[in-house]
């Protein structure tokens, strides 16, 4: 691998060249499903929702001091179930939101919901809140498969959830669909499909059920697993009846309608900045001296015992305190990395003057990769200066990005 891909970085970025969202997370769910390995949390008893509020509003105080002027392209409240908390606690951090940082004219402002939870809840008061876009974690359209899964809602309450969000005035859902599930064959994943596609949303993420560590499948994985040969059949099938039903594929697990992809997420797949903040929640912030993250503590008690307490004191006695209120620079040798890790994601791939505003590199970097991975025929590039992959690298993503790990995450070069 050239070795100028280990080099400090060689532009000067202009942060306000790159676009910046806000991800809110809100930890608490109905239950806990035994596939997930988000930062979220069983609701036992009644979650401390104005308490948690008031320790995000805190939260937002120092998202703003590492903004600056920029403006706000999208918000995004992930968990968790959101809908765990009622309008009047969405409509406060929306509020909050608003008196700290200007939002682009017509921002996408996107809440995840379950069916289960969405029931419970009042889409109209969310929508009055100022969200204005929905995305619910429908999963499977099987009550069999659910079931297997350990969701609490029924197939049933998908549809009745999604029709109260129309009523409400929701004209951009997106419907979560897992696919090679317990048990699932080409023609049960494809049924999921197209009652999802019935429903006609604006978006789908059909994504791959996978056994992530530290969740109870990791530990004692279901029966009935689909194989690799199953697996590959299950996913052409799948995205053959997607495209026939209108959808265009643009990211791994993404599909939507014309113009109706997910601006959130493409912020983070065209590695964009992203301000966070609640329990877990990690962000990204580029400044003229390069990129830097930062994450919050995990656990909701200590993420809002840490908020309460001035932070003056917090600096000035703990050190711990210090590290979770302040980001930490990205290594420049990381850098190309975790650009790739994001944008090779895309179905369009991204352009090489975007990679020198976004990571302060110079594209000429990746001469030598590019070079080797478009003979080996897993990337293509196009005029303009846009590279993408090819629809065999697409098939072999993993073996694709490690050819843009640093060296010694390798330990040889490719």
Request: aromatic share 8%; proline share 5%; charged share 25%.
């Amino acid at each position: 691998m050239n070795t100028a891909m280990n080099t400090a970085m060689s532009r000067t970025i202009n942060p306000a060249e790159i676009p910046l969202a806000l991800y809110v997370h809100l930890p608490w769910c109905a239950k806990k499903c035994p596939y997930c390995d988000f930062n979220s949390f069983t609701a036992t008893r009644e979650p401390p929702r104005t308490r948690y509020v008031d320790a995000l509003l805190r939260d937002l105080d120092l998202n703003r001091a590492l903004s600056g002027e920029r403006v706000l392209e999208s918000v995004f409240l992930g968990g968790g179930t959101p809908s765990l908390f009622e309008p009047a606690d969405i409509a406060r951090i929306l509020a909050g939101i608003r008196e700290r940082f200007d939002l682009a004219a017509g921002a996408e402002i996107t809440m995840e919901a379950n069916p289960g939870t969405v029931d419970c809840g009042d889409p109209a008061g969310y929508r009055e809140a100022g969200i204005n876009r929905l995305s619910i974690g429908a999963q499977s359209f099987s009550d069999a498969a659910l079931r297997r899964l350990g969701r609490i809602h029924t197939a049933d309450a998908i549809g009745a959830s999604f029709a109260a969000a129309r009523e409400a005035g929701f004209d951009n859902i997106n419907l979560d669909v897992m696919f090679c599930l317990p048990g699932q064959d080409v023609a049960a994943a494809v049924a999921d499909i197209d009652a999802a596609v019935a429903l006609s949303p604006e978006h789908i993420s059909w994504y791959h059920l996978t056994l992530e560590p530290n969740t109870v499948f990791h530990a004692r994985p279901p029966a009935g697993l689909p194989n690799e040969e199953l697996a590959a059949d299950i996913q052409i099938a799948g995205a053959e009846r997607l495209v026939e039903g209108g959808f265009r594929q643009y990211e791994v697990s993404a599909w939507a309608r014309s113009g109706r992809e997910c601006r959130h997420n493409l912020n983070y797949w065209t590695f964009g900045d992203y301000l966070a903040a609640g329990a877990g929640a990690h962000g990204k912030i580029t400044t003229a001296a390069g990129i830097e993250r930062f994450e919050r503590p995990a656990n909701p008690e200590a993420y809002m015992q840490l908020l309460e307490q001035s932070l003056e004191q917090n600096l000035e006695q703990s050190p711990e305190r210090r590290e979770a209120l302040t980001s930490r620079p990205v290594a420049a040798g990381d850098v190309i990395f975790e650009f790739m890790l994001n944008a090779l994601r895309l179905k369009d791939g991204f352009s090489l003057g975007d990679f020198e505003r976004a990571t302060g590199q110079d594209r000429t970097v990746l001469t030598s990769t590019l070079g080797r991975l478009t003979e080996a025929g897993l990337v293509e590039a196009r005029e303009g200066g846009r590279v993408l992959p090819s629809e065999r690298g697409y098939d072999v993503l993993n073996e694709l990005l490690a050819a843009f790990l640093p060296v010694s995450e390798r330990g040889q070069r490719v």
